[in-house]
Every structure is written in C-alpha cells, then in structure tokens.
C-alpha cells in the first residue's frame, strides 16, 4: 500500500513538471467545453494537434434543404464548410450557424449527432444490452428456478432493492403497472451517470449533466404522473380540501396545485441536472488545478498537483454515490408523485395530510 | 445561459433514443425480470409457509406417536401385570388341583390299603381258623381216646363257657 502510494506521488510529481511546460490553461473553456455540447468528440491535445472523434451534422438550412457531413469538415477550412460554421461569439456561440451571404448569421434547425447525442446513443446501447442480456436469463424461468448469479445477481439485486424500497411503498397496489417504467428511467439514468464518470470515449460524455435529457425524462414522469391519476387526485387539485375562502371567489389554492403539477417534474428535471453537471465541473476543475498552478513554480504545483489529484479521487468516489443517488431520488420522487396520483377516498387523504 | 437552453436537435435524438429504450425495456426487458423475480418470492413464501405447516404437522405427529408409545408401554405394563396375575392364578390353581389330587389318591390308596388288609386279615383269619380247627381236631382227635379226658376237658370247657357267660 505504502509503495503504491509512493508511487502515485511520484506519478503526479513528474506528470507536473511535464504540464509546466504546458500554455496556461483557460479552466473555464475546458469545464464548460466539457459540460456543453460539441460538433466532435474531443479526446486529447498533443502539442497542436487536436484529437478527437468526427461526429455527423445534419442540418437544414435556410433554404430548406438538408446538409449533413462530417464534423471533421468544418475545421479544415476556415470559411466552414457548405457555408456552415461553428460561432465562436454572438448568441449562438458554439453552436453551428449558417453564414448568409449578407453575413449574418442564421441557426439552422440542427438535428446534428452531437457529443451529448453520440453518448446518449452509446449509453442507450449499453443500457438497452445490459437488461436484454439479463432479461434474457430469466425468460422461461418457472417459479422453481433458483436464483440466478454473477452479473444478472448484480442486476437483480439492484432491481430487487428500487421494486422493494422504492415502487411498492411508494406507488401502493398499483405498482405492477408502472413497475417497468420507473425500472427503465433508473437504469437509464444510473447508467448515463456511471458512464459520465468514465474519462475517455466511448463513455465520458455529459448526457444527464444536459437539461434537455433531463427535461425529456421529466416530461415522461409528467405524463406517467397525469396521465393515469384517479379521479380524487384531479378533484384534489381543482377542489382542495381547504377553507372555502381559499377556493372562491378567487381559486388561491387550485392555481397553486395547478402550479405543482408542473413543478413537481420542473424539480425532478433541474435536481438531476444540477447534481450531474456540478460533479462533473467539480471535477474538471480539480483537475485544472493541476495546469492552473503549472505557472506558480515546481514546489507549489507539485503540492498543489496531490492536493488536487487526491480531491478529484474523493470527488470521483463522491460522485460514484451521487450518481446511484440521483437515479434513487428521481425514481423515489417520482414513485411518491405517481403513489400521489393513484390515490382514491378517505385513504388518501389521510396519507396525504400526514405527509404534508 | 448556455447550458439552461434546451437543444432542439438533442431533445429530438433524447425523445427517440429514451422512447426507443422505454418501449424495448418495458416491453422485453423488466417485466420478465420482475414477473421472475416475484414469482420466485411467491413461491419463497409459499414453501416457507409449507415448510412451516409440515413442521405444524410433524410435530403433532410426533406428539401423536409418542402419546401413542405412551399408552402402548402402560398397555404392555398392564398385560404384564395381567400376564404375572394370570400365572400366578394358574399355578397356585394348579398347586391346589395336584394337591387335591394327591390326597384323593392317598386316600383312594388308603381305602384301597384298608380294604386289602381287611381282605388279607379276613384270609388270614380264616386260615387261622382252618388251622386251628385243624389242630384241634387233632388235639381233640388225641385228647378224645381217653373217656376221663374227655369228660375233663367237656368240665373244664363248660366252666369256661359258664366264666364268659358270667363275665360278658
């Protein structure tokens, strides 16, 4: 153990020297140019040269007709390519705009495979052979199959523990119905956040730290929330139970939990957003720390360097737990919302008095 | 504000892409999984539930059969005891009956010894007798030749006579 650690302390000691020599570092470009989105998938910098993974753009431009290329077309000229450009400023920056002859910009409608989408792909693919794979194992099974082990034992103690601690109390008798929903949407996220924390291609992208994949999931949770609410769940929205004062002459407490069907999967989306890409940023920048501090002089940016590199180690174990934690919260809440929604009679509102 | 601003064109790839895997998992992928895995609890429960019932009843058999091996050892105690009764019964019954049996053929033997010497003592008796008229005849026959004697002894015979008479 001590040698290992000696070891690791010798790495960073070194590996610092060699990244003094390094330009200065613009920590924000390299957090946010991770955190957002890109036309390619970047991996390294050696000198000058830029690695990174041509991505395709698809596009439809002012005139109404589809481009779609390589993204590794739109550095080798200046001038972009098919009159496409990625902004360097205005408010399209980073995005891809569409030079007009009059030189103005124009955003096209963009359909591009970006960074954020080719991971979203990878992780659906990973996500969709992970449970096929498992599934598989267990088609056919009679209720006299002993229980099944290595990986599919992995899988189904994690869908034991979210079926048992989280779906069945949450959502009550109904549970079965919403069962594989709730299942996909944790495995979907835990899958994207476990994939996020894996430094290099083909996993490494920010796809749940992106408000629009939160938002898509949030919005599914709207729907399984609504969409099969009972009827006292509508009544209790429109006509709480509350002093009449509150309702008429003007609808205080119906407009509030009118409001609160929209909120409740408003928070779902930006919780699991904010969590995800602040890991991720808390990341990266304890590692720019390394770079930051490569101008400050060996001994400081040695010292620096292990300070840094062991925060980024907690940090990355951290964030190992918030990535599973966020995929628990997202499904608990949203279990409780459905368990809400499922109500009928004196029951439910007695259980729901006591939870507010 | 960049990063706060849906994109069109991922919200796009996301709706299909999570579509895609909503529909796929949901359809072939979790409710296998959690039909098995609830089965497999059912069926747990149910044979934990068995096995406790067969417990339940092996015990009450056990109770049975040792309330049944209880009441075989009195049983057999009593026959025992009804055995070492019975037997004692048979041989004293038995001592009786030889004992019976022997003093009525003791006795038998008894009459059967009276009689033969009441037989054996009237023979004798007779023969006696016999031989003594037999010797008498012969005394008397002697005794007869001479007329003094004779009338002596016919004297001395009625004076005995006389002497019984008088003393009966």
């Known amino acids: 153990m001590r040698g290992v650690i000696a070891k690791i302390f010798l790495f960073i000691f070194v590996f610092s020297s060699f990244a003094a020599r390094a330009e200065g570092v613009d920590v924000k470009e390299v957090v946010l140019g991770h955190i957002g989105d890109s036309y390619d998938w970047h991996i390294t910098t050696i000198g000058e040269k830029h690695i990174s993974i041509p991505l395709p753009v698809i596009v439809r431009g002012q005139d109404g007709e589809w481009h779609c290329f390589s993204s590794g077309h739109l550095h080798h000229s200046h001038n972009g390519h098919e009159g496409f450009i990625v902004a360097h400023d205005g408010p399209y920056a980073g995005k891809l705009v569409e030079v007009l002859p009059d030189g103005s910009h124009y955003r096209p409608l963009d359909f591009s495979i970006t960074k954020t989408v080719a991971g979203l792909f990878i992780n659906c693919i990973v996500l969709v052979c992970i449970v096929l794979a498992v599934a598989r194992r267990y088609r056919g099974d009679t209720p006299t199959t002993k229980a099944k082990g290595g990986f599919a034992g992995m899988v189904e103690v994690i869908v034991v523990f979210v079926l048992d601690e989280v779906i069945k109390p949450c959502i009550g008798k109904n549970w079965a119905k919403f069962a594989p929903f709730l299942l996909t949407v944790f495995f979907f996220i835990l899958v994207n956040n476990l994939m996020g924390l894996i430094p290099i291609f083909p996993a490494g992208s920010n796809v749940t730290g992106n408000i629009t994949i939160t938002m898509v999931l949030a919005l599914s949770s709207f729907i399984a929330i609504n969409a099969f609410g009972s009827k006292h769940y509508w009544k209790d929205i429109f006509w709480p139970e509350v002093p009449t004062w509150l309702k008429v002459p003007v609808p205080l407490m119906p407009v509030i939990e009118f409001v609160g069907i929209f909120t409740k999967p408003f928070s779902l989306m930006i919780r699991l957003f904010a969590n995800i890409m602040a890991g991720h940023a808390v990341i990266l920048i304890l590692t720019c720390i390394v770079f930051a501090t490569a101008e400050m002089g060996a001994a400081i940016n040695a010292s620096m360097s292990v300070v840094a590199v062991f925060l980024a180690i907690f940090m990355n174990c951290l964030e190992l737990m918030v990535a599973f934690l966020q995929a628990f919260v997202f499904t608990m809440l949203t279990s409780v919302f459905i368990g809400f929604a499922q109500m009928e009679g004196e029951h439910a509102e007695h259980t729901e008095h006591t939870e507010k | ?168």
């Open chain 2, 1 to 168: 504000m960049g990063l706060l601003q849906p994109e069109m064109g991922l919200l796009f790839w996301m709706c299909l892409a999570f579509g895609i895997v909503l529909f796929v998992l949901c359809k072939w992928g979790f409710p296998v999984i959690v039909k098995s895995i609830e089965e497999r609890r059912k069926y747990i429960d149910s044979s934990i539930e068995a096995a406790q019932q067969a417990e339940e009843k092996l015990r009450k058999i056990t109770e049975t059969s040792q309330a049944l091996i209880e009441s075989a050892e009195a049983q057999k105690q009593q026959i025992l005891r009804d055995i070492a009764k019975e037997r004692e019964r048979i041989v004293s019954e038995a001592k009786e009956k030889a004992e019976k049996e022997g003093a009525r053929i003791i006795a038998e033997a008894k009459r059967a010894a009276e009689v033969e010497r009441e037989d054996i003592l009237r023979d004798a008796r007779n023969q006696i007798s016999t031989i003594a008229i037999a010797i008498c005849e012969r005394l008397l026959r002697g005794e007869l030749a001479d007329k003094e004697k004779q009338t002596k002894l016919a004297e001395r015979l009625l004076d005995e006579l006389e002497n019984n008479n008088t003393g009966n």
